[in-house]
């Protein structure tokens, strides 16, 4: 049996910014974890304030006076 040796194409044209552009590509500085890392304690706060909202509705008194 002869052996079949795949051949693969030379690259020509080696991008020389290949390296220096690479981090461009890293999922670190992907769009939506700079858009999660904008407002680091958002998510904490929505919900500490929604308990808060739950726990003032459900703790006051319901007889209609204002004052």
Known sequence: ???????????????PWAK???W???PFFSKANT???MF???GIATVAFAIYCGVEYATTPKD????
Do not use: F, N, S, Y
Request: charged letters at 30%.
């Open 1 to 15: 049996m002869a052996e079949q040796q795949t051949h693969q194409p030379k690259i020509l044209h080696r991008d």
């Open 35 to 37: 858009i999660k890392g």
């Open 64 to 67: 209609g006076a204002h004052h």
């Open 24 to 26: 461009r590509k890293q």
């Open 20 to 22: 220096r552009e690479a």
């Open 40 to 42: 680091p304690g958002l």
